[in-house]
């Protein structure tokens, strides 16, 4: 995803371009990481051995940061005060020195109120989705949630998507989040390997049939003015 960033010109000190380059990619890895790891499956986590279980499958977790119901506060996981191994927060760490060089607040600061944009969902989406080979999962307990970056799952979780699922992903990623379109949707093409070429203010993406978005100005972001396929 860094060198996706490199080639789109994304500004690192923006949480809003930096989350919307990675979240096509980690809304399609969470949905397959759904269907194809967790299954519906009771879960159990070993933080001492560093595992999630779902089912009887054992897969490696980083633990990522908690969310506290009781405060309304998000905590990284590298501030470590339950003094975990080194090994368990790696990616944490990680994730903070990408925010120490691009100077981007959310990432560097140990502990800040959750909102609607600074959350445990969204915080480990931009965690993940800076790294390679990571789904994540909420784990919810009595006084909140914590969040673990789970590895070594099946490849096919980060699959590219075809044509009906990047329009799908596409349209809820739109309605559900503040993104910058035109980041989003071009971060998601490139991650996908998706051919594609630009025409003026219109994309058009290489699918079984080609597929045709025109974007419009708002204020400082770009926003999708229309979607079309071409048979």
Not at 105 to 132: P, Q, Y
Request: one cysteine or more; charged letters at 20%; glycine letters at 6%.
């Amino acid at each position: 995803m860094k060198q996706i960033l490199d080639q789109l010109s994304v500004q690192r000190s923006d949480w809003t371009a930096v989350f919307s380059a990675c979240l096509g990619k980690m809304m399609t890895i969470q949905t397959a990481c759904r269907d194809l790891v967790v299954k519906d499956q009771n879960w159990n986590v070993d933080l001492s051995a560093g595992v999630i279980l779902f089912g009887e499958d054992t897969y490696p977790i980083q633990f990522i940061g908690s969310a506290s119901k009781s405060s309304g506060t998000w905590l990284w996981g590298w501030e470590n005060i339950n003094h975990f191994p080194d090994a368990i927060i790696r990616l944490a760490h990680e994730t903070k020195a990408c925010g120490d060089a691009w100077q981007l607040e959310a990432l560097t600061t140990d502990e800040f109120g959750l909102n609607d944009t600074f959350n445990g969902h969204n915080l480990s989406i931009v965690a993940c989705g800076l790294a390679d080979g990571y789904a994540y999962y909420r784990c919810p307990h009595d006084g909140g949630a914590f969040f673990v970056g789970i590895s070594d799952v099946p490849d096919e979780v980060f699959a590219p998507v075809d044509f009906p699922r990047f329009i799908s992903t596409v349209t809820q990623c739109i309605e559900q989040f503040y993104v910058d379109h035109r980041i989003f949707v071009e971060a998601f093409l490139l991650w996908n390997r998706t051919p594609y070429e630009w025409n003026g203010t219109s994309i058009t993406a290489h699918f079984a049939q080609d597929l045709v978005i025109d974007f419009e100005n708002a204020g400082e972001m770009q926003r999708i003015a229309s979607i079309k396929s071409i048979e």
